[in-house]
């Protein structure tokens, strides 16, 4: 069996010493390639590669969920193709890893390891739908590419929050929980659109949602973890069904209060509701308007601003190995 391992150097929870005993790990098992990425979207360039290869069974990304997606949309970079294309397996290095949490791989990466090695032993593979998002045609931003995602997209505050973290993680601050929260309370005190929603909400057959100020699309569930505490916004989505969008209408601060404890507290049978709130489930295509450009994320990732996304909820998209 042949495995390309992807692996990050910056990944927050790995030191090089334990990618190292990873690295030899997996290669007592397996004809092993380990390449390390050396500059943004160079994982996706690898999974692109490992896409197009006829001699490469299994990518293992080692990194957090950006080089899990980064992976992911190299391999799809043609479209899902479950009979030829090589299986992803993942090894957690981020300072969260959704993704393969979601999925019941251990957070340690050492114990990952040793779990995606159980499972080649095994045999044992899932088969997960993913999302795919794209600028909507006769939208501003027609011309954005295509791109999957794994776990989670979001259009307005959510990603504003993001990409206010990834501001301070590129002036030397850590990814923890802490700098997180931070960033939250910033983002609601300088939000602009936090009474008055901009997003409207497209799902073809229905009518529209307008006025919503946050819009959060799952893929799977939990949505993202606190700590070692798992957050559903969306507690129903699933790996085997399309995609779930979470919209509020309005952030005061009553509004943001109650919502942040019913995601605090939320759990697999309940997530965040009122009138305020709107939950639907299981979507395969819909749109997001908003009347000015919005902070855009996937997977955790801030990818600047957008007006207008069309989502698509892809079952079956790609084998993982769990």
């Known amino acids: 069996m042949r495995a390309l391992l992807v692996v990050n150097p910056a990944a927050t929870t790995t030191s090089a010493r334990t990618r190292d005993v990873l690295i030899h790990a997996l290669a007592s098992e397996m004809k092993l390639e380990a390449v390390t990425t050396e500059y943004r979207g160079h994982a996706r360039d690898l999974g692109r590669r490992a896409a197009d290869s006829d001699d490469i069974d299994i990518v293992v990304a080692l990194g957090g969920d950006g080089t899990v997606n980064e992976v992911v949309n190299g391999l799809l970079h043609k479209g899902p193709d479950l009979d030829s294309l090589p299986s992803l397996a993942v090894v957690p290095g981020g300072s969260t890893n959704v993704f393969a949490r979601a999925l019941g791989i251990p957070n340690d990466a050492v114990e990952a390891t040793g779990a995606i090695l159980d499972a080649l032993a095994d045999r044992s593979r899932r088969t997960v739908g993913l999302g795919l998002a794209v600028g909507t045609p006769g939208s501003p931003d027609e011309a954005v590419p295509e791109r999957w995602f794994t776990f989670c997209a979001g259009l307005g505050f959510d990603a504003g929050v993001i990409g206010r973290v990834e501001q301070k993680r590129e002036s030397g601050k850590r990814s923890t929980h ?4 931070r960033q939250v309370l910033r983002q609601f005190l300088e939000e ?52 779930d969008i979470l919209g509020l209408r309005r952030l005061s601060t009553a509004a943001v209060t109650r919502y942040a404890t019913q995601l605090l507290t939320s759990s697999p049978e309940k997530g965040p509701h009122g009138k305020h709130a709107v939950s639907l489930h299981d979507l395969t295509d819909f749109t997001l308007h908003s009347k000015a450009p919005l902070p855009f994320q996937m997977d955790g990732d801030h990818l600047g601003l957008r007006t207008s996304v069309t989502f698509t909820g892809v079952r079956r998209a790609l084998r993982v190995i769990v």
């Open 178 to 181: 802490a700098l997180y929260v």
């Open 192 to 243: 602009p659109h936090r009474r008055d929603g901009l997003i409207t909400l497209d799902v073809p057959g229905r009518d529209p949602v307008t006025d919503l100020a946050l819009s959060i699309i799952c893929n799977t569930a939990p949505w993202t973890y606190l700590g070692n505490r798992p957050m559903y916004a969306a507690p129903r989505a699933s790996f085997d069904t399309a995609l």
